[in-house]
């Protein structure tokens, strides 16, 4: 919620760059005008969610488990992109949020950094700068590759205690997702619930709060540990996933103001149903996915000033309906206990939504993404 006044400063330097579009036998005498009525308002706030694994026949799946039916048909510009990392043509969790978070292709594991594992800026930690309110939202531990990627830098995904210690070195405002062991029971013996309460945090858990009902301060940062390790499978009774995404959205949205804000909400375990080979799996978390969609185009639409993005990072399983299927008893099979390379679906509705048809590297999400809120578009 800092820099306003660098923030007010680049949209009056972007705001300005179409006068230096006109041509050079522009006559001096003719009023100059700046706003091009045919380019889209800025996004205020955007809302980005990942299905993690979420290939095409997954949402498929889930769509017919689901009556047929899923939010993401209220989206009206759908693109595709292309996953692969800068190592390998099958990407995993870590490089494809890295690049998404900060629009370069990484190796495997790699969080927040380059190939030459230097660090780079992450779309969240630059709507932090700039002023805005910023939140992150998991079913798998919060310290996992996809949320981890946005706010810690660090070579490996395995470093869970060294991602969670970057928690400390944003001013995030809320982060809500497993993983209280990494910052409770350290090697270091730090204990950084004690050093974000230090911050001016207000830190809770599963155990302390009701996760459907969390009543978060809007003058205070926020953050909540849904479990010890990882959060349970929503079929064995994890169901915090759309009500804390509702009330993430409304936090963010009044403790933002005039400013914006950026969350990233992940339906991470679509990706472990995948790699169990377990069709059951995906489908109830792809429809508890869902229901988190809903929190978030319900608030969009009557918003009218915040773009929704929905993607994955990459799909998982070579999952496949077969052919003695029905709509009401999916016959299905995998090929894989892994990632795949298939291009991934992009869903996108709100201002800048047209920006996000077509098939494009996932690493041009985050740009699309930087151009909605009116940053400009950084040398890539
Ligand atoms: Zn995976």
Sequence with gaps: MKHLIIMICCCILYCCTPAQNLTKDQPSTTPITTISTSSPKTAKNIIFLIGDGMGLTQTTAGMYANGNKTELEKFEYIGLHKSHA???LITDSAAA????????KTYNGAIGVDDNKQSKTTILEEAEAKGMATGLVSTSTIVHATPASYIAHNES??????????FLETDIDLFIGGGKKFFERREDERNLTTELRQKGYIVTDFIDSDLLNLNIDITKNFACYT??????????????LPDVTRQSIEYLDKKSGDEGFFLMVEGSQIDWGGHANKADYIISEFIDFDK????AVDFAEKDG?????VT????????????????DSLVTAFTSDYHTASMIPVYALGPHAKDFKGIYENTEIYFKMRKAFGWGEMTK
């Design 86 to 88: 800068s190592d390998n």
């Design 97 to 104: 949020a890295t690049a998404f978070a900060c629009g370069i």
């Design 157 to 166: 995904r395995q470093n869970y205690e060294e991602i969670a210690a970057d």
């Design 227 to 240: 479990s010890e390790e990882q959060p349970l499978p929503v079929a064995q009774g994890r169901d915090y």
């Design 292 to 295: 988190a969609l809903k929190e």
């Design 305 to 309: 000033n915040t773009l929704v993005v």
């Design 312 to 327: 994955a990072d990459h799909e998982t399983g070579g999952f496949a309906i077969q052919t003695t299927s029905t709509m």
